[in-house]
């Protein structure tokens, strides 16, 4: 019997929630910056003197600096877990997500550091940023490579929930501080709670470390492959053989990211400081758009096992290409219920797309080097979608001050991810190397 075949068989039941809390957690700090970069930051970090129209885009720009962070984390997490594990790649990401946001919860501030303060803000940010790039392959990976053939969508989408339940949990954190403090109290020291909190990831890596066995698939190709062709560097090989399903991988999340950050971190700075909407307001309706879109997160994402990826895909890029219009319109309402609504109907067309990512960014890339690829594809497509979205909406509206020119923005994403995705060949059926590896252990 095979080392492969004698592992122990973790349940996938485990495995699915494993993935959606780290996820969850992970994501959890990833967008408590977002929100304290909208409401906080912009006097916390930076001169008193800058105009706030500028203190507002130096916040977003350190906002930015974790999506240029991503696809490096990408490289180098995607080496590490093509090389010896997706567990072990996953693990330590964990850990540099959870020491990096605990971190950014003990800063000074501007007034008290000069500008120490916003330059170790960077250096943080830009570590959760590499945790990020190299978390996402490892929990999805971990979800997909163990899922029963047919589910790898659904399976994947445990992965990806951890979106929706991470922007719920960051916002009612920030609720709840705005809640039962004062502002002052609330500007002082009440925004580093929810950072503090973040020393709960490192609790999390153990428990995967010590709790979770690697993937069958993983497990299967360390025994079927040459050791010394493995030890070339997985990135390489990916981009000299898959260019055109990274590029178009990329390409395809452009908007479910983009769309995502406008309507997560753009629009509660746009909603507070211009529509001078209650900041509660908007978080409740951030929270609450969140938890009624995250349904069809795992919905969209069986729909793509039993009709393929690409259609559910593209309709949803049509579909939330298609709200950008009436999203600001209710936005510019000012009334919570009418902001509510264009919340929650842009998260759901959103998870339209963002439901069947994981299955098909994975499926794209044998599982030789599919942390590698899929990482990479994934995070660049983070960086000409979300990195860059807020502060390009921000810069919109201040040039045309009109949200229109930003609903023009957000189709244009929406295009490019449509285009990119009908150029991809379907994916659903497709199985990786180490899957075939698995199957012939297992017929002998």
Not at 42 to 63: I, N, W, Y
Not at 262 to 268: C, D, E, F, K, R
Not at 355 to 374: D, I, K, N, V
């Amino acid at each position: 019997m095979t080392a492969a075949a004698a592992a122990p068989k973790t349940s996938i039941a485990r495995v699915a929630m494993t993935s959606l809390a780290a996820s969850s957690i992970e994501w959890y700090d990833f967008f408590i910056y977002g929100t304290a970069a909208a409401l906080v930051f912009p006097k916390l970090f930076f001169a008193a003197s800058l105009p706030p129209f500028v203190a507002q885009l130096a916040a977003f720009s350190t906002f930015a600096v974790g999506f240029i962070a991503r696809p490096v984390g990408g490289v180098l997490f995607g080496h590490f877990g093509d090389l010896v594990g997706r567990k072990k790649a996953l693990v330590t990401a964990l850990m540099l997500m959870g020491l990096a946001t605990t971190a950014v919860g003990l800063l000074p501030s501007y007034a008290t550091a000069g500008w120490i303060s916003p330059m170790l803000l960077i250096l943080l940010r830009f570590a959760q940023g590499l945790a990020v790039g190299g978390q996402w392959g490892g929990a999805v990976l971990i979800a997909t490579e163990n899922a029963p053939p047919g589910k790898r969508g659904f399976y994947g989408s445990f992965a990806q929930m951890g979106v929706p339940a991470g922007v719920a949990t960051a916002n009612l954190i920030f609720l709840l501080m705005t809640a039962n403090l004062a502002p002052e109290a609330f500007q002082a020291w009440g925004w580093r709670i929810p950072f503090l909190l973040s020393v709960l990831l490192v609790g999390l890596g153990l428990y995967v470390h010590l709790m979770l066995e690697d993937t069958a698939e993983f497990r299967a190709l360390e025994q079927a492959e040459d050791k010394a062709e493995r030890r070339r560097s997985p990135i390489l090989q990916a981009l000299v053989k898959h260019p055109k399903e990274i590029l178009l991988g990329a390409g395809a999340f452009v908007a479910a990211n983009g769309t995502f950050y406008v309507m997560i971190t753009y629009a509660v700075a746009y909603a507070t400081t211009t529509l001078h909407v209650p900041r509660t307001s908007v978080l409740w309706a951030v929270m609450l758009g969140s938890l009624i879109s995250a349904p069809f997160l795992p919905l969209m994402a069986a729909l793509s096992d039993r009709m393929g990826r690409r259609g559910v895909f593209m309709a949803g890029a049509l579909l939330c290409g298609a709200w950008s219009v009436p999203f600001f319109l209710l936005l510019n309402s000012g009334a919570f219920p009418l902001i509510l609504v264009a919340m929650a109907v842009g998260l759901t067309l959103n998870n339209f797309m963002y439901g069947p990512q994981a299955a098909l960014m994975t499926e794209l890339f044998s599982t030789e080097l599919r942390y590698s690829g899929a990482s990479l594809g994934y995070q660049l497509g983070a960086i000409f979608g979300g990195a860059f979205a807020p502060i390009i909406s921000t810069a919109l509206y201040e040039h045309y001050r009109s949200a229109m020119a930003i609903s023009a923005y957000w189709a244009v994403l929406c295009g490019v991810a449509f285009l990119s995705v009908f150029l991809l060949s379907e994916t659903n059926r497709r199985a990786g190397a180490g899957a075939k590896a698995a199957a012939k252990t297992a017929q002998a």
